[in-house]
């Protein structure tokens, strides 16, 4: 079974420009999370969808960052215009069923840089 | 106070060594909590879930106090291969990670 897709692997940028990201969950699984880690520190949760609905996004800071997950498939995570502090790993995370907490898969990660 | 506060290390042991991580959350309506573990730069991958009553996967041992409100892990017989980040994760509606626990075992 594949796995959690995500691209690209790396990305470098400066202050004020934009970013994108893609996520592909695994087949069948409803549920997307996206997650920031910032070196030195665990994953926060940015935004969780329940097949093309938000079920939460309270930590996501909506002037610069925003998500869609339109066709309740694939997934992607833009900010605009990027800080030097959005600098991090983002990881995609998908599970089969809304609040089963146990059994979230991790994608590979995006690492930002903003310089 | 933070969601979830764990000891950064880090722990640098010897092979063989018995290492305890501690981890403490502070929403006491919290239900489901378990242990990841991360390698560097890569992902994080779920260890084992913390039951309420204990529970024991090989050579690591989880336990949960509900009313001191943190959860523990034990490594017993450490192997070169368990050198990793533990992360703490609690969960209510969503998952709340700790910054994590470096371990290193050293040969």
């Known amino acids: 079974e594949a796995g959690v897709a995500q691209s690209p692997r790396y990305k470098i940028i400066e202050k004020r420009q934009s970013v994108a990201f893609w996520c592909n969950p695994i087949?069948?699984?409803?549920?997307l999370y996206w997650y920031q880690q910032i070196l030195g520190q665990g994953p926060k949760l940015l935004i969780q969808f329940q097949n093309n609905g938000v079920v939460d996004d309270s930590q996501l800071p909506k002037d610069r960052f925003s998500a869609e997950r339109l066709k309740g498939v694939d997934s992607t995570l833009k900010i605009q215009p990027a800080k030097l502090e959005d600098s991090a790993v983002y990881l995609c995370?998908?599970?089969?069923?809304?609040?089963?907490?146990?059994?979230?898969?991790f994608g590979p990660g995006t690492r930002l840089l903003v310089l | 106070r933070k969601e979830v506060e764990q000891d950064p290390g880090p722990f640098n042991v010897p092979e063989g060594a018995t290492v305890a991580f501690n981890c403490t959350y502070s929403n006491s309506a919290s239900q489901s909590f378990f242990w990841y573990r991360q390698d560097c730069r890569k992902e994080p991958k779920l260890l084992m879930s913390?039951?309420?009553s204990g529970n024991e996967d090989g050579r690591f041992t989880a336990q949960l106090n509900r009313a001191s409100q943190y959860i523990s892990l034990l490594i017993r017989d450490s192997k070169l291969s368990d050198s990793a980040t533990y992360l703490c994760?609690?969960?209510?509606?969503?998952?709340?990670f700790g910054a994590g626990t470096r371990l290193t075992v050293k040969p």
């Open positions: 087949s069948g699984h409803a549920t």
């Open positions: 994760v609690v969960g209510h509606n969503d998952m709340r």
């Open positions: 995370a998908s599970s089969s069923l809304a609040g089963d907490l146990e059994t979230q898969y």
């Open positions: 913390v039951y309420s």
